[in-house]
């Protein structure tokens, strides 16, 4: 999945060392603007208009409250979502759990599918019963997209943090985590650093997560490469540099790497997500993840609604769910940093036994703005054609 998810200033506020650390700090994830579209779908039959006004509704008190909600959201039967992956985040769970929550169907649509995937869709499938009714997005795409959502405040609007979310509830970051170097024990020796996948043991070896000209892992881990060698948030081209350099020692693997290509020691080395290498570990035991020291990048998602959901009652619901501490939890349980750990933390409804499993991470993380995003995303449109070409 792509990252790239208010518009935020040039910089980030200070915060205290300790959120910092745990990365409840990080404000912005780093991202690009995503190509392609497939084909345009059949038509299908326009989804009817809900009678409860839920289209509009920018709380759950619009509705009734929640028990109003949830009616209204039974009443429509159906959740559609898109890009969201079982192994990402905990997703598989997640939906699970709202399922049987709430008693809904959930469709999920196109789970391996990029940010601007998920734009093309809504666009493609507005005004039929199956386009998307939410969105997980990356900075970029969802920036340049709001125009798209619908502004929603979710009854815990109020402990989620003002860096981390639109102040109409426009859109809200929900989960976050930083870059790192998943691999497997047994197929490579330990890595410890960036620049220990230019050694000859790695020849064919290292994969990253995506395009980083499409894919907000992949863009964020040529951020990572550019950090470690010399180069900020303002300058990636270190990065793309370490990439050449990469390719040209054979070390580089041109593959998307995924839980199969990984289990089948196709990508023994793959840089992506901590909370994506992680999930790794319950399937492969040898698989480990670390969290360069010199390369600390990190990062949110966002979450929106469609102002052209089909089913905007369960798009609100969804809403609500993923912000209440059970969803926050689940995301937890993946591996990702809940928005509102800060909060559930010193509220004491936080999982302690996952919080305590996430990779201690020490310093201050890079993080960059949205105008360092789109300088970076210009130098990736014209120069990374020249590491894989």
Known sequence: MTTIRVTKTSASPARPARLRTSLIALATASGLLLVGAACAPPAAKPAASSATGAGTA?????????????????????????????????YSKVIDAFKAKYNLKVDSAQPDAASQEEINSAKQLKGTDRAPDVFDLGQSVALANTDLFAPYKVSTFDSIDASFKDPNGTWVNDYGGYMAIGYDSKKVPDVTSVADLLKPEYKGKVALNGDPTQAGAAFNGVVMASVANGGSADDIQPGVDFFGSLAKAGNFLPVDPTSATIESGQTPVVIDWDYTNAAETAKLPSWKVVVPANAQVGGYYYQAISKDAPHPAAARLWEEFLYSDEGQNLYLGGGARPVRADAMEKAGTIDQAAFAKLPKVTGTPVLLTTEQTTKAAAVLSKEWAKVTG
Do not use: F, R, Y
């Open 58 to 90: 920018t709380s759950a008190a619009d509705l009734g409250g929640m028990d109003g909600l949830v009616k209204a959201a039974q009443a429509e039967g159906t959740l559609n979502v898109i890009a969201l992956p079982p192994d990402w985040a905990n």
